[in-house]
């Protein structure tokens, strides 16, 4: 998970900026202080170098077609920046926010998309791992599926409540619910870890598999849109 969320985490911040520099452009679209304008354009340039340099990482997961779209936006940018530099006119700088506006619209999206499979995948996993244990009757083995259950929960409660999330607020509501009962569950249950609660540890991992089930099919009827 933590590669991922690094790379969530670089996502997010770039469709951050791209929609700051878009508003940067915009406003500098209107404006005749040169300083402004080439302020906007430079820091706007500087940043599509930085991803056309993200873009050529092993470590970039996006699909080739995405990334062939991305340099060919990259390479229209510089070039529009380099041959007209300050004395673009208004509609070059709108063109550049658009842009800008767009790709982080995209990003933003992917971004919402690749947290809910993550999420999804973890918390079938988990429930996997507690099942297991469950079926051994190993102390060991419970203590740790508990705990990486415990961090996942608490990792989704944070994320949820997080003010960047576009959750719904009743949504973001079930969901710390959840992740309380959770901890309330996981305290039990530890408390008497040689003599597992059968009961609140299947109530666990079926919380797990709905909420999984119920994100994958939201996936799935994104993905046929």
């Known amino acids: 998970m933590n590669t991922t969320s690094n790379q969530i985490d670089?996502?997010?911040?770039?469709?951050?900026?791209?929609?700051?520099?878009?508003?940067?452009?915009?406003?500098?679209?209107?404006?005749?202080?040169q300083q402004e304008r080439l302020l906007a354009i430079d820091h706007n340039l500087k940043l599509w170098v930085e991803i056309e340099t993200s873009l050529k990482s092993a470590k970039n997961l996006l699909p080739e077609e995405v990334k062939k779209n991305l340099f060919k936006l990259a390479d229209f940018v510089k070039y529009m920046t380099m041959s007209k530099g300050i004395n673009m006119g208004k509609e070059d700088f709108k063109s550049l926010a658009n842009i800008n506006s767009q790709i982080s619209m995209?990003?933003?999206?992917?971004?919402?998309?690749?947290?809910?499979?993550?999420?999804?995948?973890?918390?079938?996993?988990?429930?996997?791992?507690?099942?297991?244990?469950?079926?051994?009757?190993?102390?060991?083995?419970?203590?740790?599926?508990?705990?990486?259950?415990m961090q996942l929960w608490v990792y989704i409660k944070t994320?949820?409540?997080?003010?960047?999330?576009?959750?719904?607020?009743?949504?973001?509501?079930?969901?710390?619910k959840l992740a309380d009962y959770v901890s309330k569950k996981t305290i039990e249950i530890g408390r008497n870890i040689n003599n597992i609660n059968v009961k609140a540890l299947d109530s666990m991992i079926d919380t797990n598999l709905q909420i999984s089930d119920g994100l994958m099919n939201h996936q799935m009827r994104l993905a046929r849109k």
């Open 106 to 149: 995209g990003i933003q999206e992917s971004v919402k998309n690749n947290l809910a499979a993550e999420e999804a995948f973890s918390l079938l996993k988990c429930a996997m791992d507690l099942s297991k244990a469950k079926e051994k009757s190993n102390a060991g083995e419970l203590a740790r599926a508990l705990d990486n259950n």
């Open 159 to 176: 994320l949820a409540n997080s003010k960047k999330s576009a959750i719904p607020e009743d949504i973001k509501g079930n969901l710390t």
């Open 10 to 33: 670089v996502a997010e911040k770039e469709a951050y900026l791209l929609n700051n520099f878009a508003n940067a452009l915009l406003k500098a679209a209107e404006s005749n202080n």
